[in-house]
């Protein structure tokens, strides 16, 4: 109803205060404290299309230690366990990594953002609460290659879904060679349509026109508004001013 037919039909206007302008942020996954790469972070309406354009694939580059577990499957924690791993040849590698390839039954790992009763199980794990671990749970692997070995480290490719911890790969791969192993590095390359070569702005980049240049060239991978979007706006156009005209 246009405002001048309100004052004549005696319908009072209720003003509404409006609420301050709040900028969401959000990411697209977490990633381990001591990894490094791609993390995909989403401003504003964009936090609305993370779950859509992070749907595909993840790629991590993995350099994991022979012979040396920890608490947290990975170099931040304390070790457990040393096992001898000089009889372990390339060969006997890469045998093994094809029995994790595809659909395979993963347990993640104690040290993880999982949560029970709302709080983080690596929360828990610090405060010293008893946790136990979480049941095994269907995951994928698209593609895993060993790019490196040099006892007692090796360099793994990785191509895997959602829900999937690098960390227990690795440290599943030292139990099936009879040994036990744990994550030195790990580097997120890929994540979605997003890439650390392509997409990725360092540290030393981070000022308002490289930002700005690194915004527009992500906007490419964006879905286009749905067109019933536009006819809507449209439409609401065309009765604004027709109402105006009156």
Known sequence: MCREYQTEAGVQEVVRKRKKPILKIGH????????????????????????????????????????????????????????????????DLEKVLQ?????????????????????????????????????????????????????????????????????????DIGKELSSCASVRELTRTKHGPFTLEEHTLHEDKWTIDEIARSLEHCMSLLPEEPSHKKLKTEHSEES?????DK
């Open 99 to 171: 029995k994790f390839t595809g659909d395979i039954m993963q347990v993640p790992p104690l040290w993880s953002a999982l949560k029970k009763d709302g709080q983080r199980l690596s929360f828990l794990m610090k405060k010293g609460v008893a946790v136990e671990a979480k049941p095994a749970r269907p995951v994928r692997v698209y593609n895993l290659s060993l790019q490196n070995f040099q006892p007692p480290l090796f360099t793994l490719d990785v191509e895997c879904g959602g829900g999937f911890y690098v960390r227990s790969l690795v440290s």
């Open 28 to 91: 697209g996954g977490t990633l381990d404290s001591a990894a490094s790469g791609v993390l995909v972070v989403g401003i504003g309406k964009g936090t609305k299309l993370l779950g859509g354009l992070l749907a595909g694939s993840k790629k991590y580059t993995a350099i994991g230690e022979l012979g040396k577990a920890t608490d947290t499957l990975d170099a931040t924690g304390k070790v457990t366990e040393e096992k001898p791993y000089d009889q372990i040849t390339k060969g």
């Open 240 to 244: 604004a001013v027709s109402c105006e």
